[in-house]
């Protein structure tokens, strides 16, 4: 260090975050030279390394005021800086709204000046400072992620998405963009979106479906089109009109894609939003005679489907308009099985007693590969509830079954599936029905499992068990009376 200058002494010390030093230094080579402001302006930023923020922004107003060297410009940014740690935020941001006038400020700053906007609430000024720093490189990350940000702030998901994806693109391996992308994403497109779309059974009946039940001149409408296959089936089989409604928009927009890419832009009219909020006339051009929707999840009712169904019978369709699918018919069956009971339950575990943890599970029913499973049918397998879409739908109700044991055993749950009738039978054909049943090839909704909460109950061949199916809206419940 010896054979350095004092002002080398300085700037080391500064660079490796000895300010106190180093502001000592700068002061004793300002006093040997006291022709050189930048020997101040290393007091100044020694200061601000030590946090001495009132001091620092004294000192800047002075070499601002006094005019000193070539670094005004630098001098106002970290006055700024001082300004906003003081939070005297009506100064900082008159400051830095002129500084971001000119072309001196780096991309780095733009991003750091419109982040802060935008926690102040300016959002479209902040917006309009990322497209600046865009247009100075759009490959760096951070401009992508404050832009994602701000949009997250404005509640614009679709380009916040847009916005994240731009950063995965350009680093796959950045952490918070990808948990964020990824639960954005989730939340909006969930991943089953591609398994169903590739669900060969599913997408056979219901296109079979659609070819038997659709009429010349029929208007169709399909509720929830994720990306638009059943429109496309219904196009290709001849619909005159195909009215598809999606009601996520990032969904919605690549449906609108395909539907060009795929040249049925013409005859598919897609709206965006829940069909429970459509109007004919406004939204909509007319009814329709037949409709197509594919709103189902492990539980057949989780989606809404009941009050879509009910809704558009009441204001979309026409008087006895088809509906694909016409009926659902759940069934189940008691099944005992340590596997499938330890995937909701647990007692004791090495010695310890974890009983306690029971309480943490999800009410929600399981959805699981029942061939994957060992497990005991306690009697034949039941039907416990039918529902018709296409006469009135009750969004409530319940239903008393009763279940002649053939093999004792302890209930552990309801192992459980449904067929959907896509089209009923006629004179001319069989019924189309698409099945999860666990004897069926697996589609992408594999089966379900209920578990009994009531532990531990046993029943001996030649009871009778007496099961409640009920169900409300969106929720369908098995139950042991
Ligand atoms: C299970 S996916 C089916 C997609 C497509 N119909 C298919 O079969 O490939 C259901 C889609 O419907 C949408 N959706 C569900 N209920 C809706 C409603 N009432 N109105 C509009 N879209 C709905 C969801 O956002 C989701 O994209």
Redesign the pocket.
């Known amino acids: 260090m010896s054979n350095l200058s004092l002002e080398e002494q300085a700037r080391f010390c500064l660079s490796q975050g000895q300010y106190s030093k180093a502001e000592t230094l700068f002061l004793e080579a300002f006093e040997q030279n006291p022709e050189q402001a930048n020997l101040l302006e290393g007091v100044a930023r020694s200061m601000m390394g030590r946090k001495a923020w009132t001091e620092a922004k004294e000192l800047y107003l002075l070499l601002i005021e006094q005019g000193e060297g070539n670094s005004a410009f630098e001098r106002r940014q970290q006055l700024a800086e001082c300004y906003f740690q003081l939070q005297e935020h009506d100064h900082w941001l008159a400051q830095i709204r002129s500084l971001i006038e000119s072309n001196e400020v780096s991309q780095d700053r733009l991003v750091i000046y419109a982040q802060r906007l935008s926690m102040f609430g300016f959002q479209q000024e902040a917006l309009r400072i990322l497209n600046r720093a865009l247009r100075l490189d759009d490959r760096q990350v951070g401009v992508h992620q404050a832009f994602a940000h701000v949009y997250l702030k404005l509640n614009e998901r679709s380009k916040a998405i847009q916005s994240l994806s731009a950063v995965a693109a350009l680093d796959p391996s950045h952490p918070s963009a990808i948990k964020q992308l990824s639960e954005l994403l989730n939340q909006?497109?969930?991943t089953?979106?591609f398994p169903?779309?590739n669900d060969h059974p599913?997408?056979q009946a219901?296109e079979e479906a659609i070819i038997a039940r659709l009429e010349e001149g029929d208007t169709v409408l399909?509720?929830?089109?994720?990306?638009?296959?059943?429109?496309l089936m219904a196009a290709r089989a001849g619909a005159q009109k195909v009215i598809a409604?999606?009601?996520?928009p990032e969904?919605a927009k690549a449906a609108s894609e395909i539907f060009k890419k795929n040249g049925y832009d013409e005859q598919i009219h897609l709206v965006e939003?829940?069909?429970?909020s459509?109007q004919v006339g406004v939204d909509i051009p007319s009814k329709a005679d037949l409709l197509?929707?594919?709103?189902?999840?492990v539980s057949l009712l989780g989606?809404?489907?009941l009050?879509?169904f009910r809704?558009a019978q009441q204001h979309l369709l026409n008087p006895n308009a088809k509906v694909i699918p016409a009926q659902a018919k759940v069934w189940c069956a008691l099944v005992e099985s340590d596997e499938l009971r330890a995937r909701f339950h647990v007692d004791d575990s090495c010695g310890f007693d974890l009983s306690t943890f029971n309480r943490l599970r999800d009410p929600r029913v399981l959805q699981l590969d029942l061939g994957r499973f060992d497990y005991t049918l306690l009697h034949e397998p039941i039907a416990v509830v039918d529902f018709d879409f296409e006469n009135e739908i009750s969004m409530l109700g319940q239903t008393l079954s009763m279940a002649p044991i053939t093999q004792s055993g302890r209930a552990d749950g309801f192992i459980f599936w449904y067929d959907l009738v896509l089209a009923p039978a006629t004179e001319d054909r069989e019924a189309i029905i698409l099945s999860t049943a666990p004897n069926q090839e697996n589609t992408h909704w594999l089966q379900g499992f209920a578990p009994c909460y009531d532990e531990q109950r046993q029943f001996t061949e030649g009871d009778l068990a007496q099961i409640i199916c009920g169900y409300r809206r969106f929720l369908l419940w098995l139950q042991l009376v």
């Open positions: 909006r497109v969930p089953w979106h169903m779309m599913r997408n219901f399909d509720i929830g089109c994720g990306a638009g296959l059943l429109s409604v999606e009601s996520e969904v939003g829940r069909s429970t459509l197509i929707s594919e709103i189902f999840d989606e809404d489907a009050n879509t809704h």
